[in-house]
Each structure stands twice: as C-alpha cells, then as structure tokens.
C-alpha cells in the first residue's frame, strides 16, 4: 500500500457510493461495539457478498480502514479491529474514499492524559528526550549548526543599537513589536513577498511557536476542529490540543495536496484553522505547488477557515527560488502568515514575525498582551540592526549552499542503505521511508547507544502507516564529517537488525 | 459604609448564625427568581417579623448584600434587587459576614463578550488606552522611568557576553532557562530570602506577566475557581479568567489579609489557586505582615491550594526591608513565587524568575515549553552579567532613594486636597480614596484634556466599592517636576467638579 493508496482508492462515482458504505457500515460495526477489538473482520469475499457489492470494493475499503488506524493485519490471515489508539479516536470522518484521519482530541480539562490518543502525540517527550541527548551524530535537530549561524558581528551591532538608542534595555517594546522593525517586515514582505502589508499588519513575536500559540488562543474554542497536513509538526498539534481542538489531518505529498479533500472536509467539518507548512514542510521536505497555493485562500474564504502559514524555512532553499506564499494570494483575510527568523539568523533572539489582517491582529494583540506583554526590544532592535545590513542576504546565500551540500553529503551516504525518500528542494531534514523489516523506534533504541539520533516517524504521524515505516534525519545540524560517520553507523546497525 | 464595613459585619456567634440565615434567604430569593431585578425588597422591620430576627440583623444583611452588589439603595426608599452586572454573577458565596464576592467569570468558548461582569474586567482595554495616552503628566503607568533604569553599562557588558560566548545569538536557551542564570538567581534566593533552592527550582521566564499565564494554564481549567486580593492586578485576573476560572476576591487592608476569610474561603470554595501580590501590593501598597506570610503555607498545604506569590516590587523600599517572601515559609511546595527583573532593573530584557518545587516545575516547563521553548538566550546572558555585577545593589540602592523622593513629592503635593491614603513602605503607586462627590472616570476624562492620566479604581475591583471611589497615582514615571505640575493640574480640576 503506502503512498500511492489514495489513488487506487479514488474510483468512479457509483463505486464510490459503495465504498463509501462498506467504510461506513464497517465503522459503525465497531463503534457500537458489535465488532470488538481484536476481533477478526468478515473476510473480503463474505462481506462483499453479505453487501452485494465488489469485492475490490471491500478490499479497498479494508485497506483504507487500514490506513485509518482501525483495523490492523495479522500474518496475512485477515483484518482485525485495532484496539487502541487508534479505536474510538481515530473515528470515521465521514470522507469519501480519502484518507483523512479524525484524532479527537480533547482539552486538558476532560484530563487528556487517559486518552490513548494524545498519549500518543505525547510522543513529543519523546521528541525532547531524544533531542536531549547528547549524541555525537546529532540528526534529530532539525535545528541549524551554531557554526552555520552569523556569530562575529552582534557585538558591533549591539554597540550600534546602543549608539543610536541608548535607553534601549530600560524601554518596554509595544505590544505588537518595534515599530521600525515592523516598518522594516512590512517592506520586505511586500518587495520581496509581494504581501501589499502596512506596518500594523505585522506583529514581532519570540519565535513562531509563540506565534502559533497566539493563534490558537485567539481563534479556538474547546470542540473546534483543526484541519492539518499528514505527517505534521508535533508541537502545533500539541499546542491546538491543548486549547480543546479536534484534530483532522489530510496527506502532503510531492506533488502537493488533495485540493478536493480539502474542501470537502473544510465544507463538512468546518474546521476554524487550517494549519500548514507548505514549504519544505517539516518534515517531509514536499513543496505546495503554486496553483494549489493560489486556490486555498479562496477554500477558505468560502467555507470561513483561516490558513495558518507557517513558513519557518522558506528563505533555505536549494534551487530556484519557491512559490510565492500563499499568503501573497490571499485578498479576503483568510490567511495569517508566521515567519521565524530565529531559526536561520539568530536562535539566541528569538524573532518572528506575523502578518496577517486588522481584524485577526486585534484579536493576536489582546492575547499577546496577557501572555507577556511584547516581545523583548533589545533584541528586536538588534535583529532590526542585522536585517538591514547587506549581511543578511550574503547570510542566507552562503547558508543555504553550506546546507545543500550537507543535504547532498546525507544523501549520498544514504546511497545504498535501499530506504527511500523524496530529495527535498529545500528545508532542513529528509523523510526516509525504511524497509518493513525496520521499526524507526526499535532502531532509535539501539543507535542512541551508539550516539546517532534522529526522529522516528511516529512524533508526527502518531497513529498513521507512514509514523510505523518512516523516520527524520536532519542534514542542518551535524557537519559533513559527522553525516558521513553517523549514518554508515546508522546503516551498520540497521543491518544487524 | 466603606472600610470599616467588615468590621462592623462582624458579630457575635449567634447573632452571626442569624444574620447568616437572613443572607442565605434573600440570596436564594433573588437566585430562584422569586425576587426579580428592580423589584423591592421587604422593609427591615417587616422581614425581621417575618424571620423572627432583630431588626439590627436585617439591617446587616442588607448592608453585606448591597455591598455585594446584589442589592442597591433608591432615594432611601428602601433596598431593590441589583439588575446586572451584579445579579447572576456576584453569587452568595455564602461566607458569613464577609465581603467575599464571587465574580463568576466564563472561558472564552462561554462567548465571554455576553457577559457584563466580565466586560467590567475588559476595562482592561481602558487601562491600556489610559496607558497609551502621551500624557506629559504620566501618573497611570507603574513603571519606572526609563531615566532611573542603567543605561550606561549595557554596551560593554554585551561585549563582555559576546567574548565569554561567542555563539550566544546563535544558540537556543534551554526550556528552563540558562544554567548559569539560574545557578545564580538559586544562590541569591537561597542567601538573600532564605528559600533554600536549587537551580533546577528555577525558572527565567520573559517578564511575570508570563510566569502568570505559565502557571495559569499549568493549574486552572475551565470551572475552577480562583482566590485573588481585592482590589487586584488586572491583567492577571484577565489571565486567570481566560483559561475559565471562576474569581472570587479577599479583601486586601493595610493590616493585611482576614485569615479566617481566607481559611473559610479556602475550605469551602476550594480554590485551586490563591493569586497575591503581598510586598507593596498593586494598587494599594499594603504588605501582608510577618505572621500572615508564616500561616499562609500552613492553610494552602491544610487545603490542597497553591499561592502564587507575584513579588514584582520586594526591592523597592522606603525604609526597612520587607517580611521575607511566604515562600520563604513554605516546607510543602505549596507556594509558588514569581519575581519580575524587568520592571527595575532592565525592562527591554524581559527577565523574570519563577521558584517552585519539583512536581510544579515539571509542569510548568511542560508548558513553557510549547509556548514559546525558551526564553532568548541573550538576554539571559546579559542579564546575568550585570546581575552579578556590584552595579546590581548600587542600583538598587539609588533606584529605591530616587522613587522615595518621588512618592514623598506626589504626597506633599496631596497634602491639601483631602483625599485620603495610606503611605507606602515600597513600590510604584498611590492608591487614593476621593471624596464621595468626585468620580474617578469622569476625573479621568477632565484630566487626560489636560495631559494627566491615572488609573481609575475599577480596573482593580471591577464591581466592588473601592473601584468606584479610588484611584492609582503612580509616582514611579513622572520625575518630580512633572509631579508637582501634574498634581497641581489634576487637584485643580477636581475642585471644578
């Protein structure tokens, strides 16, 4: 099965209606408990008969129920009700023939911790745990190497801030940030971006994570739904979760989304936010095309969802340059846009930047208010400093080719090791698929004893195929020496297994 | 009425049963709906026959329910029943004679905009358009002047930062916090305030404002009720009520708390959170004395409640130190205590400390980590330099001899406009009681024509009585010829009036 699934699983209209049944009346089976977990399905051939419909049909029905979390296979001998996490949570959304999985999720209040489902996102202690160590072949940060970073100049720069702001560390910033710098933001976006932003559309928060925080407090209520990309950054989902949301998630693949997917679970699911990562998505690597970027501002103007961007590494690109942001595209304010640039200036400042339109700023200053009153201004006026230096772009010039080649040295060393993945055009991580025989978290296990981490897939597809087959490994953070070492260790030790 | 209600509210034993049950009538009457909004109540003398009580008791209970804001008095004709905001949400907390008021305050998915009590607090939005005005007398902010902050030393410890780590901008904080920080601030709390900590105790937040809303959405959920002084601190109960806590308030008095009111309130309302602020207490100035800080552990460990104890301004005194911190007092992990930097020694750094035992940390770092993983790693680095330099205490020193000149010109420029205050030990503000003709709203808009602004009372005590007849001078902003002009200026409106 795996990637190719939703297209063999689209057929034509009429068999579509019966596949659609099989998923339902099979679901429904175990929701009320007539088929328990554990418990063997009707095999392809019974039940297609008991349906009267094909028995393709019900075998892609089973397969799709598979991919769902429902039901599990065992040694070829049939299909079986999957206990948890996946039963009661991963509900039928109702979708027709897609394979959009419903984690309902709930808020802290109903005590989430006995919730099989959430314990799984609570995979994110795996996530630090993993990313605590401190390994020697460090691939599971998907955070760029210090040495990578501009170190030389901040003391200079620092001087110049206090030169021309000499009571800068004794000035609370505003609520929405300095105003030079938002100044500054608006400019480059619209120039650069083609954004068409004024100043106050822009909003300085410490790191994007804060921004996505923002956003969910603003616009989520405890049962409100949030559409999102499969496989997904953990921390977001952790972070809507926690606010009380529903979860739905829809594939990212190479060539992008299922558009019609989209807007049939935005029109029968009304999800409030649809949070994504088109750019070299994290962690995929997959890259929105640009006419699905040019459609899903208008998807969500109609059916009254707002597109959370999130756009931490668009500027690390290795080729010609990405499609506009879908930001760009949008004109009725359906769109919030975060870009970090702590991640590949200056992790130690803490710098996003938001944009998006009055009304949802007036709502994102409120929360910002309570949550600290304003970024820091000392470091918003030093971020400022460097921003407008010709720095900057010679920076990002010289970032992005120290990283492709570190990508590049990955991916040969990765050669021959018959796992597979889609070489990204940009970003800071591959997404490899390994062979069946392989699980990511038992080999996780056994290569942090060797000092080499990485991510094993299930941190962002908690209950998917994709989190039992696929696992993370970052080019950004170890050098080229080190991925050439860590991953013939990695291949050394995946063999033995 | 007034202050000295509470005393007078406070009788024997069973003339207290009595007056009790007097309250408990007319609450449940007004509760059921038998007695409707604006409808009036039965005379004293008829309701005392008719309960067979003293006519003194009824009189009481009228009084405590009018109070209350349950109740109000028309052109002496008698007590009526409280429309809104009152009715409906400053419940009978069924304490006996006491002014315990329960603000019964809803999360946001309750559509909190419908709801007048809460609309009362979003004088928040007043407060800061209060604050944003460019006034040139500034008597609303308490904050310090930026002039009185070090501005000097900044630049060359930056450059004694970037020599000692010149990977700093580059380089994430940990969740927690630098290391060598909260090395620091544990060896300081522990010498300093007796507290007995380790570094793992200790967490840099940005600002206190943060440390707020790290424990709020660490302890609250949605229903859970919150102890907090009257009047309070804003934002924070702005804070508190966002995540859906239910408010209720103590009276905070020179003297300090009612400990049996707080004991009543702990045991039967069963708080998950006592909010105060003890050391020169915003707005008002009061300092919880020595053996109320000694019993407060006692009481939150007896009851399952957890102080958080916001110690904003404990360096800023006038004359003898302070009691030491209640967490100073606490052997159970009851307490959990928050100092801001910020506010006096460096505002555009944005660095605050929060100490607590283990079980909490753990929780809080669960959060902070999701909201924004760390707070930037510069600014702890610099803060750290000058915090361990001697500049720290001759800072200090000259900071608290700087304000006391201020607070001792705002006072001498009062002298004649009789209002009444109670001088503070410490801290940033006057909290001044007008005559009963001059209502502070209305002052305020005469006052902000002229340049002057001040916080009126009800931002503190959004349906109390002190809200309608205080207001909050701050004297920490202003330097002392703005002081004197600006005092001159408001008194003499207030004689127009």
């Not at 942001?325 to 992790?347: E, H, N, Q």
């Not at 996780?444 to 990485?454: M, R, Y």
Request: hydrophobic share 35%; glycine share 6%.
């Amino acid at each position: 099965m795996g990637k190719n699934n939703s297209e063999l699983l689209f057929p034509a209209d009429h068999a579509l209606k019966l596949y659609e049944q099989v998923i339902h009346y099979v679901t429904v089976r175990i929701d009320r408990g007539d088929w328990q977990a554990d418990t063997k399905l009707p095999s392809v051939r019974s039940l297609a008969q008991e349906l009267g419909v094909h028995r393709l049909t019900v075998f892609r029905a089973y397969q799709e129920l598979k991919q769902r979390g429902l039901v599990y296979v065992k040694d070829k001998s049939g299909y079986y009700v999957h206990a948890s996490p996946a039963t009661g949570h991963a509900k039928y959304a109702g979708y027709s023939g897609h394979s959009s999985i419903d984690l309902t999720f709930h808020s802290e209040s109903a005590h989430a911790a006995d919730d099989p489902s959430v314990s799984a996102w609570r995979g994110m202690d795996g996530l630090s745990r993993v990313q605590s160590v401190n390994a020697n072949f460090q691939f599971s940060k998907a955070l760029i190497d210090p040495s990578l970073l501009p170190n030389r100049y901040w003391g200079e720069l620092m001087m110049q801030v206090f030169e021309k702001h000499p009571k800068v560390a004794a000035t609370y910033s505003s609520v929405q940030g300095d105003s030079e710098l938002r100044d500054a933001m608006a400019q480059h976006f619209s120039v650069d971006k083609h954004f068409a932003l004024s100043p106050d559309e822009v909003l300085i928060t410490s790191g994007a994570q804060q921004a996505i925080d923002l956003i969910s407090r603003s616009l989520i209520r405890t049962g409100d739904r949030v559409l999102t990309e499969r496989p997904a950054y953990g921390p977001a989902m952790e972070i809507f979760r926690r606010q009380g949301a529903r979860l739905t998630m829809t594939d990212i693949r190479p060539e992008g989304y299922d558009m019609e997917q989209i807007e049939w679970c935005m029109k029968t699911e009304k999800p409030r936010v649809f949070y994504i990562n088109p750019t070299f998505h994290n962690p995929t690597g997959f890259t929105v095309p640009d006419e699905q970027r040019k459609r899903l501002p208008e998807l969500a103007e109609r059916y009254g969802c707002l597109i959370v961007e999130d756009d931490s590494t668009y500027d690390i690109s290795f080729g010609q340059k990405p499609p506009l942001p879908i930001f760009a595209y949008d004109i009725s304010g359906s769109v919030v846009y975060i870009r970090s640039y702590s991640k590949y200036v200056a992790p130690g400042l803490r710098i996003a930047a938001v944009t998006c339109r009055p009304q949802l700023m007036n709502s994102l200053l409120n929360v910002k208010a309570l949550v600290d009153n304003g970024s820091p201004l000392l470091n918003q006026k030093l971020f400022l400093q460097y921003f407008q230096s010709p720095r900057m772009q010679q920076h990002l010039k010289k970032l992005c080719i120290a990283l492709q080649i570190r990508k590049e040295t990955m991916e040969d060393s990765l050669r021959d090791s018959g796992w597979t993945w889609t070489s990204p055009a940009g970003g800071l991580s591959l997404w490899l698929q390994l062979p069946s025989t392989l699980k990511p978290n038992e080999l996780l296990a056994k290569c942090v004893q060797e000092s080499v981490t990485f991510v094993p897939g299930n941190v962002f597809d908690p209950i998917g195929e994709e989190g039992e087959t696929h696992v993370r490994l970052s080019y950004s953070y170890a050098n080229e020496l080190q991925i050439k070492e860590g991953i013939a260790t990695l291949l050394r030790i995946s063999r033995t297994m």
